[in-house]
Structure formats: C-alpha cells, structure tokens
C-alpha cells in the first residue's frame, strides 16, 4: 500500500491564500490515483482554509475553544469536498480528521490511534486524512499538518512508498521561484538548500515539510512531484520513474 500527500497547493489557491479548489486537478488525480488499481491512504494539506482561517482568528491560550471550532468547520469545507470527488472517482473515501487520531499536549504528540482507521481500510475503504487544528491540553490547540499525519501513519502502515504532490516538479537548491533554481533529483540529511520566504503557512513551510520527510525517509521511499503535470501521480504510483525529487536519509 501506499501514502499520498495532497498539498495544499495543489488542490487550492494557496499561493493567492484564496477560498478555492481547484477541482480539475483534484478530480484527474483522484482518477490517477484510481486507475493505478492500488490500495492508498490519502492525506490532503488545508491551503487557505486551514492557514487562513488560522491567522485571521486570535487563538488565544486561555479563550480559544470557539475559534478552535471555526477553523475546523473551514477545513471541513475543503475535506468534504475532496470526498465528494474521490467518492466520484471510485474510492470509497471516508474522512478520519486528525482530532479523532491524536491527542496533544505542550504541542507534542502524546497519544494515538489507528484501530479505526485500520479496520476501515481493511474493509475496502479510502482513508482521507487532512491537515487541522486540535485541541491541547496546555496550550489550547495544536496545528496538526497533513505531513505531521503523514509521519504517524508511515510508523503504524509500514508503506512501500509515500509520496507527496504538490505544486512544482520538486524539490529546488533554492526557492524554486528563483533565477537559476536547480530542481534536485535526489536529496538527503546532508543537502544543503535554500528555503525562502514563502506566503502564509503555519506548519512551519517548506523547511518544516522537509525535516517531516526526511524523517519519513527512514521508513520507506518518499517521493515529491508535480500533481500539475498529467499522468505523473499515475506513473508514480505505479513504480515508474518521473520528473521529481526523491528524499533520503543516509
């Protein structure tokens, strides 16, 4: 089996930090992802209606339960939406939001479980996983990315591969909006790579996605590529080389 990251990127307009799908995308991928005939676990970023909805409320420690809520009722928008067009493609989706799986406290994971999950997939179903706020014992809450799932996950399910689709062809020497930014083919703990500025997210960025996978990487293959460019999730899924970045750790 498999894992699929889809980033934020991909399937919103995270970059214009706008309330929109892009539902073409994600509708051929959701049917790459089916055509492949492979059992997968996907996990999809919130792009705007997590990150968004985050900086525009004050989540306060000491009064936040209500502002908690609202940001998991926009990310629900989004997850029911990537439901919808999985169901359409197939998969027989069913959304296990990261507070039904974890608990936090100090912003450190302190308890989780799969049992659910687990049983779901065995019976034929799609879990969907997606990045959300939960709550924590001491601080309140908790931003619980999709990459941060993706982890766990990888830990229990022991995948062949996961692989992560976003909006570029990879993983860049430098932040790929650059002149001269070289796409990396393969990439470990001993690269050295510029991470720039990026516009809002706050999971940490790119920098912080990529300590997640290098992390990832000790436990199976960790692939990053295009959702963009037709076929590519397709092929990857299926075992074949693409256009990409591969993550390491040696």
Sequence with gaps: ML?????????TDKKKNEYLI???????????????GKRVIVVHGAGPFGHRKV????LRKSENINDVVKVQQSTRILNTEVLKILDNAGLSPISFPPYSLFKFSS????????????????????????GDICFDSENGYHICSGDESMLELVKFFNPDKAIFVTDVNGIFDRSPESEGAKLLDRVSNMSKISFGKEGVDVTGG??????????????????????????????????KR????EVCFL
């Design 22 to 36: 892009k539902r073409n995308t994600l509708k051929r991928l959701a049917y790459e992802i089916n055509a492949s």
């Design 107 to 130: 912003g450190k994971l302190v308890s989780k479980d799969f049992d659910l999950l687990s049983y779901y997939f065995k019976n034929g179903f799609t879990p969907v996983i997606y």
């Design 55 to 58: 900086k525009e409320l004050p």
């Design 206 to 239: 790119m920098e912080g996605k990529f300590e997640i996978m290098l992390e990832i990487s000790k436990f199976c293959g960790v692939w990053v590529i295009n959702g963009k460019v037709k076929h590519r999730l397709l092929k990857s899924i299926n075992g």
């Design 242 to 245: 693409v256009k990409g970045t």
């Design 3 to 11: 894992l699929i990251k889809l980033g934020g990127s991909v399937i």
